[in-house]
């Protein structure tokens, strides 16, 4: 599985970089059927709170795209979030099979 990261106007420390890489991971261990998840990280306004925003797709075979927007003071917790939404919906999935 692939984990692609994208950062705008700011670049990813390893540590986040990591956090992001372990979190999928786990997730990936409970669906494997996913391809690759894309992690887009944006921080919206400097000088406010609630300011950084994560977007998670996954990708998964013969059922799309799964994405989820979250908004959060810091990325890890934006990044907990969105993941456990996209949790949420394949979920979903995996009941309907």
Known sequence: MEVRIQSIHFDVSEQL????????????????????????????KAETAMNKQAVVKAIVPHHGEQV????ADTFEEAIDVAL???ERQLEKIKAKK
């Open 68 to 71: 989820a927007t979250k908004v």
């Open 17 to 44: 970089s990591e956090f992001i890489n372990k979190k999928v991971d786990r997730l990936a261990r409970k669906y494997p059927a996913m391809d690759y998840v894309d992690v887009n990280l944006t921080v919206l």
């Open 84 to 86: 456990e939404a996209i």
